[in-house]
């Protein structure tokens, strides 16, 4: 089984940046892709981007160019970088594993966006 445990997240001002760090465990031979997605208050969970372990990126078209999704495959890490945060970026972003046995999700890390 892969373990999902989500850090970074927390309270930052318009136009602020936030780092997230996703630490999987357990038997990550199993992943082959990691993504990060969203869910807002009151909305859909939503993608925001994904990585392959061959470091093929996808991201969903409104956050290109102020996200970007990055690994440490030594670590076993993904990391989002958002730059340039608004307040309808605020979220609690969930960590993903897509495994040969399933999707593992985290317990989501919450982003708050606000003056």
């Known amino acids: 089984q892969v373990r999902l445990v989500e850090s970074g997240g927390g309270l930052v001002q318009p136009g602020g940046s936030l780092r997230l760090s996703c630490a999987a465990s357990?038997?990550?031979?199993?992943?082959?892709?990691m993504g990060w997605y969203r869910r807002a208050p009151g909305k859909q969970r939503e993608l925001v981007a994904t990585i392959t372990n061959g470091g093929v990126t996808n991201y969903e078209n409104s956050m290109k160019g102020r996200f970007t999704i990055s690994r440490d495959n030594a670590e076993n890490t993904v990391y989002l970088q958002m730059n340039g945060l608004r307040p309808d970026d605020t979220a609690v972003y969930l960590c993903n594993a897509f495994t040969r046995d399933g999707t593992i999700w985290g317990q989501g890390t919450q982003v708050t966006v606000s003056a």
């Open positions: 357990g038997n990550i031979a199993s992943v082959y892709a």
